[in-house]
C-alpha cells in the first residue's frame, strides 16, 4: 500500500470520517484506561513508563513511539498509508486533550466502569478505524511486516511484541493490573464485532470488508 492508494472512489468521504473518528476515540478509550487506574493496554503502558520517566506528556510519547516504529517499516518494506500517518498523530493529540478533562478515578465504583467503557470504546476505534481501509497503524504493520519476514505466526509475533512493551513499560513505571489483562481478553471479541458492524463495501454490490485470514485481518486475533 502506498500513502495515497485507497484515496477514491466515491465511499472515501465515510472513509475518512471513520478513520478520524475511529483514532479520536481510541485516544479517549485510552485515556479512560489511564483515568481507571486499574491497568493499561500494552502499548500504553510502555507510554506512561517512558512519559513517567521522560516528564513528556503520554501523548506525546506515543507520537515519538510511533515514528521510531514506522522507521523499523524500512527494512520490512513496509508502506504506510494515510491512516498509518494520521494514527501517530491523532492518537497522540486525542489522548493528551482526553486527559485534559477526564477526572481521576479514585474507587473501584468509578474505576470500573471508567475501565468497562475504556476497553469497549478501544473496540468500537479499533473497527471504525480499520474498516477504513485506509493503511495500519505503525504497531499493526510492524508485526504484519515481522510476520512476512520471518514467516512465524501472526500470534506469535503480537504476543512477543505486545509480551516485551508490557515488560519493558512495566519495569519504567507503567500501569499494568487487572485492566491489562482484561483488554487483552476483550479485545479481540470486540474488535471482531465492530469491523463487521462498520465494514466498508470494497466496490459498488461488492462484499463487505471484515475480519478474515489474512496476515492484515489477522492482527486482532488472539
Known amino acids: 500500500m502506498t500513502f495515497t492508494s485507497g484515496l477514491r472512489g466515491r465511499r472515501l468521504p465515510r472513509r475518512l470520517v471513520q478513520l478520524y473518528v475511529g483514532l479520536i476515540v481510541y485516544g479517549v478509550s485510552s485515556a479512560l484506561l489511564v483515568r481507571a487506574g486499574l491497568g493499561l493496554e500494552p502499548w500504553n503502558v510502555l507510554h506512561e ?7 513528556l506528556s503520554i501523548g506525546v510519547v506515543s ?12 527494512p520490512l518494506r513496509q508502506k504506510p498509508g494515510l491512516g498509518t500517518v494520521s494514527n501517530v498523530l491523532v492518537f497522540g493529540i486525542a489522548i493528551d486533550a482526553s486527559l485534559t478533562v477526564l477526572p481521576t478515578a479514585h474507587d473501584l465504583v468509578a474505576q470500573v466502569p471508567m475501565m468497562v467503557a475504556g ?14 481501509r485506509l493503511g495500519p497503524g505503525p504497531r499493526d504493520g510492524l508485526m504484519t511486516g515481522l510476520h512476512r519476514r520471518t514467516g512465524r505466526s501472526i500470534r506469535l509475533v503480537r504476543t512477543a511484541i505486545e509480551a516485551g512493551v508490557v515488560l519493558a513499560g512495566f519495569l519504567l513505571g507503567g ?8 483488554y487483552a481478553l ?10 463487521r458492524v462498520f465494514a466498508v463495501p470494497a466496490a459498488p454490490g461488492g462484499s463487505t470488508v471484515v475480519a478474515g485470514r489474512t496476515p492484515e485481518r489477522s492482527i486482532l486475533r488472539r
Not at 513508563?49 to 516528564?55: D, I, K, T
Not at 476497553?119 to 477504513?132: C, E, F, S
Not at 500501569?175 to 482484561?182: E, K
Open 119 to 132: 476497553i469497549v470504546l478501544n473496540g468500537v476505534a479499533t473497527g471504525l478505524y480499520i474498516a477504513a
Open 49 to 55: 513508563g517512558l512519559a513517567e520517566r521522560s516528564g
Open 175 to 182: 500501569s499494568v493490573g487487572v485492566g491489562t489483562v482484561a
Open 186 to 195: 476483550a479485545i479481540g471479541p470486540l474488535a471482531q464485532l465492530f469491523l
Open 63 to 74: 507520537m515519538i513511539v510511533g515514528v521510531v516504529v514506522l522507521l523499523l517499516w524500512i
